[in-house]
């Protein structure tokens, strides 16, 4: 399917944005923490027709025959329902976040295409929503901030999609450049590109996607999020970005069990990530791996996250030579990466779908990423 075959004309622009790895900073967005997040070379394309009338039409390339359609006029979540409230759902957040005045603008016809594979823990969800934010700022003429569109893709994913998500993953889709990794201060927004220099020390990132659903709306995130939010309470501060390593001991008694090893990922996990980066600056990637290892096991041990397929990646990679790797993302299924030579990308790939193969897994799916410029006109 193509925008002209679904509605007859040639679109006017197209703009993409990228999906996104997090390199390291899971579950830190919520907690106003840090992360280290990059744009990747997978995007997704919105193809878009202006209209001269109040319709927002939508369609895409994973949905053939459908056309999804909405008055700019009736803009409001329970009007919205599957995939194409990604894209009514910013139209809404646009005024009702950033307070966009859409009275008097018309409609558009979008299309959809992307190659952000989906369910893989990647932000299939925030390219899509990233592009369109984009071009309806530009296109509606509202002058808006990247900064200001990653507010307002969280709060429709928050509040048109229903998923309690951060904003780390529009951050990453709207802010990423080439080459480099998004140090992002999730309370401040204020952020920093730090050199990754993956080429010029012959290292790739492999993402080895384990074909493992996770569904963030629902489920195991939700339950993290509102363990941060009671540790927090219970530490007496606004979030658990306040809350140093030196700290942990009172946490330790102030809190149970299970309450504890949440707060002590999200603690340690933004020590991590200030750690990368001042790794990253003076010593390079190759001397980044154990805080790549160091992250996933918090995970798999503290926030209880992980899922066997995850750890089995992460163990295989690290068996067979990798610098680093962690699962990454919200967790529960999704992908992991893997810091790798470039030469020992094939045997890492080998060994891994082995590994599967034997436990009775899933083929994964395993590639390359780069990364990437975040969203643009095309
Ligand atoms: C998902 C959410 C993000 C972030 C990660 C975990 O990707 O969308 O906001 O919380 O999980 O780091």
Redo the contacts with the bound molecule.
């Keep these: 399917m193509t925008f002209q075959q679904v509605y007859g004309y040639e679109p006017s622009v197209r703009y993409s944005a990228p999906g996104r790895v997090?390199l390291i900073?899971?579950?830190?967005?919520?907690n106003d923490g840090y992360?280290l997040p990059f744009a990747i070379d997978r995007r997704t394309v919105a193809s878009i027709g202006q209209r001269d009338d109040r319709l927002l039409r939508v369609a895409s390339a994973f949905e053939p025959d459908a056309v999804h359609e909405l008055s700019l006029d009736e803009l409001d979540p329970s009007r919205m329902s599957g995939w194409s409230a990604y894209v009514f759902g910013i139209a809404w957040a646009l005024c009702e976040q950033a307070g966009a005045d859409l009275s008097g603008k018309s409609g558009f016809d979008v299309f959809i295409e992307s190659d952000v594979p989906v369910g893989a823990?990647l932000?299939s969800?925030?390219a899509i929503e990233c592009a369109v934010a984009l071009a309806f700022t530009d296109l509606w003429d509202l002058g808006l901030s990247r900064k200001q569109l990653a507010r307002v893709g969280?709060y429709s994913?928050n509040h048109a999609v229903g998923?309690p998500?951060?904003?780390?993953?529009?951050s990453a889709s709207l802010l990423g450049e080439q080459d480099a990794v998004v140090f992002l201060d999730c309370r401040t927004l204020d952020t920093a590109v730090v050199d990754l220099a993956l080429e010029s020390n012959d290292l790739e990132v492999l993402v080895i996607d384990t074909r493992v659903e996770h569904a963030?709306a629902t489920g195991g995130?939700k339950a993290r999020?509102d363990s941060c939010e009671r540790g927090a309470a219970a530490m007496g501060v606004e979030a658990l970005r306040d809350v140093s390593v030196d700290d942990l001991p009172r946490a330790q008694e102030l809190l149970d069990d299970e309450t504890f090893r949440r707060v002590r990922h999200i603690v340690t996990e933004d020590q991590r990530v200030l750690d990368t980066v001042r790794t990253l600056r003076e010593q390079g990637p190759r001397a980044i791996g154990s805080l790549l290892v160091a992250s996933h096991e918090s995970m798999r041990d503290d926030f209880e996250i992980s899922v066997p397929e995850l750890d089995l990646a992460v163990e295989t990679a690290m068996a067979h030579g990798a610098v680093g790797a962690r699962m990454?993302?919200?967790?529960f299924g999704g992908a992991a990466i893997a810091l790798v030579d470039r030469e020992a990308c094939g045997t890492i790939t080998d060994a891994v779908t082995s590994a599967f193969a034997a436990a009775g897994y899933r083929e994964p799916n395993v590639f390359t990423v780069h990364a990437a410029q975040g969203a643009r006109r095309d």
């Design positions: 997090n900073g899971e579950h830190t967005d919520y992360v823990g932000s969800s925030a969280q994913e998923a998500t951060g904003i780390m993953d529009q963030h995130y999020r990454t993302g919200g967790g």
